[in-house]
């Protein structure tokens, strides 16, 4: 990792922000060349799972009230396990250090005691300063960052540690725009904060980092899903019961879900994210689909599987990260804020014909039964309530027992208000279910960095090159003047502007030797360099060099046809081979 992190501070892809202030683990900055990485890999998640999908984008806050996160369950359950070294004071997560130290490879599921004993059991010491951690207390940490809702301490609101919420809470209002019909699905690129205990590994495990997510809302009982668009699309798959020595499962979407190895809807966003992770220049070499085991699931969670690349320097051991999770959710999100909301969080479904139904109801309330009911009115009115709707018979008597609690008590039919009807339904109310793509966007550029990043030799020597995909390089193309003089600077200026016109995004650069300006844009990744030089100036019709990144070859091109070389060669239409 430290070369690739070095090469970003040094071209300006990521650096660790307020540096002039000693820094901040856990905060990093986007360079110039970074910034537009990441601006064009979430133009490509947009393209692909928003636009070509036909779904919903919205930009929510990043500031939410508390009852938001007392409903999503965050506020209780969204924590790490936090160790603190008595000796430096530094913190790590305990369920990290045991499963870097035993064979456990799922701390995170153990009790706090059990964790806390395990770290004396295997002698574990504090990875900054040595000294041992035995007797340490494990305390569960809470991640999310609290802050203050206007003056003084009137509301608490938390950062959302998932774009997730911000979709979810506005469910009743966005299921009016899709006109109630499911499934629809909304899009939100933006960012959250969690106060990770242990920030590391540059990009990979910050405190405020961007997320895309997509949230689609199904019908349960609705068809499955149809993947005929992706069904040939190639997957690596790392099932759960392979774990963690077995092989992989080199398939395709298709025979995945014809042979019941993913659930349906999952599949689908496999095959749409295969997809893009293609177009941004994912090595499949390095990269799987690792299904996530029963224990290591949100309980409500059917199904789910991480995308995972291994972001490992050549010949060193593989580094295996998550980049994204593919998961079924359930019902769990909408339930819970329509159990805590003032809203309604179900969308009516229409049938295709409407059905007749059978009613059965009691009196609700009951409060009227005296004494001898011990009580227990309204337990009892809902036991009566449950049996109306499965056993209309039991009330064709003149009296009706029930058990409440182990108590059995017996109600004068008459007084339980008991009616029957026949109705007529159009459709019925539904929790829709949740199939979530939760990409987490820094994750992934540092990934196709990681990717891209090689050294090779070229005829100049050694050289370091990022063979960034041309769809997300920074830069499209370098304009160069062989010299800075007898009209080559001042045509190369105006190739550049000529370019830019064209929406290119062009970097002009005159300083020091050709073989150094070649081998700064190879280091940053940008596919294509023109070069203007005495021939161009010379000739006509005008002809400039145009070299190739990747193969360092180059070729002289009319400078007319610059801008459609470049469209066709950026689109893949043609190849340099082909010039
Ligand atoms: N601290 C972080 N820094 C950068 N990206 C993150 C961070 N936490 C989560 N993400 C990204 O958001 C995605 C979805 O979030 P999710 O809640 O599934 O992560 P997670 O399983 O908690 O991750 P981890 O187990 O690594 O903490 C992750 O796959 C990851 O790409």
Redesign the pocket.
Known sequence: MTDLVELAKRRGFFFQSSEAYGGVSGFYTYGPQGASLKERVEETWRERFALAEGHMQIDAPTVMPEPVFEASGHLDGFDDMLVECAECGESHRADHLIEGATDIEEAESLPTDEVASLLDAHDIDCPSCGAPLAGQPVDEFNLMFETNIGPGTSQTGYLRP?TAQGIFVEFPRLKEYARGQLPFGVTQVGK?Y?N?IS?RNA?????E?T?AELELFVDPDGDEPDVSSVADVEVTLYPAENQPEGDYVETTVGEAVAEGVVDPWVAYYLGVATEWYETIGVDFERFRYRQHQPGERAHYATDCW?AEADVSAPDEAPEWI????YAYRGDYDLSKHGEHGTENFTVFTQYDEPKTVERASVDPDMSYLGPEFGGAAAEIADALAALAERDRAAFEGDEVTVDVDGESYTVPTEKTGFEFAEETEAGRHVTPHVVEP???I???VYTVLAHAHEEDEVDEGERTVLRLDPSVAPTDVAVFPLMDKDGMGERAHEIATTLRGEGLDVTYDDSGNIGRRYRRQDEVGTPFCVTVDYESVDEEPETVTLRERDSTDQVRVPSADLASVLADLRAGETTFDDL
């Open positions: 998932e959250s969690r990770e920030p990009l990979v495990r910050t405190r980092f997320q991480d998550e980049i994204a999770g939760s990409i987490g820094d994750r992934t």
